[in-house]
């Protein structure tokens, strides 16, 4: 545990600095401007590590032989830092903090934050839906059945290789929703992140509302602190009994939602259904179109003000 937070304590600190050499400009957010305070509320405070403890934890995380569960993020953002940059960093942090940091590098780091981009875009190809149209064919081969892309009859047909080059975590432009409250996929690598467990989920140490903020990370909505499974117990004569009322069947239940002080634990896996992205060829033309995709919901849910549509 405390490895891993000694992870999330220098993380936010180098999401520029891998970006801008040795710069610190887009620290403070998460760190405050004299590095002050605890990163999300969990890290240690950098001001009070010595020179030599910074330089010896990015150096670590550079070489992969520091930190705890997450350290695969941390070496990603520091890899292209060369020894001099590293120092430069702990100097700018010891010897004041990122208030000297230029405002124009400053808001050029905070910027791919802030970008939304759509990966629909350019993938309803014309040519390929045209290709891949099977009823306007008189005959289909068996390696047009399915989407591999080759013979049926073959067991051993192996995926095209995936390059795993997402930006780290802080460093990626956030993804548009594939549709109206879909479960926003994952921009940055996942590296070191991954598998979640019963006693490790590093999504919540940025996602958690009262972080998000600080780290520019899209916060968990509501709908993921409410409980929406009645209330049930079996009664004294064996009927079954939901929200304190018997019911015979299910179109007698009534949702409510239970809103709760703590994330619900049905939607504490992230990963099942937010999934981390790659650059790749579609292998089917899509002429899906996302109604009502504009505005705010592009980026944000509001599920848990929908979610019982069509109930009532």
């Not at 548009?176 to 006693?199: F, M």
């Amino acid at each position: 545990m405390v490895k891993a937070i000694k992870v999330v304590a220098i993380g936010s600190l180098l999401a520029a600095s891998a970006l801008y050499g040795a710069s610190t400009a887009a620290c403070a957010g998460c760190h405050g401007q004299h590095f002050e305070k605890k990163a999300l509320g969990v890290s240690k405070v950098v001001k009070d590590m010595s020179k030599d403890d910074i330089i010896k934890a990015l150096k670590g995380y550079k070489a992969g032989t520091y930190g705890g569960a997450q350290k695969g993020v941390m070496k990603g953002q520091v890899a292209a830092l060369s020894d001099k940059d590293i120092e430069e960093i702990a100097n700018i942090i010891k010897g004041g903090g990122a208030k000297d940091a230029p405002a124009k590098e400053s808001a050029k780091a905070s910027a791919p934050a802030q970008k939304v981009v759509n990966i629909n875009a350019g993938v309803d190809d014309p040519n390929l839906i045209k290709k891949q149209d099977l009823g306007a064919k008189k005959e289909v081969s068996e390696t047009e059945l399915g989407l591999r892309r080759d013979s049926v009859f073959k067991d051993d047909v192996t995926p095209p290789p995936v390059k795993e080059d997402r930006p780290a975590p802080g460093a990626a432009p956030k993804f548009e929703r594939s549709y109206v409250n879909a479960p926003p996929l994952i921009p940055h690598s996942v590296e070191g992140l991954l598998p979640i467990t019963r006693k490790n989920n590093a999504c919540l140490g940025c996602h958690m509302p009262d972080k998000a903020k600080a780290s520019g990370a899209t916060p968990i909505p509501p709908s993921h602190f409410t409980d929406y499974r009645p209330k049930t117990k079996i009664g004294k004569n064996g009927e079954i009994i939901k929200e304190g009322k018997a019911v015979k069947n299910t179109s007698d239940v009534v949702m409510v939602a239970h809103k709760l002080k703590k994330l619900y634990p049905g939607r504490y896996n992230c990963s099942q259904c937010h999934v981390p992205q790659a650059n790749v060829k579609p292998l089917v033309g899509n002429t899906f179109k996302p109604d009502g995709l504009k505005g705010d919901l592009k980026v944000h849910s509001n599920l848990y003000k929908v979610i019982d549509e069509g109930v009532k």
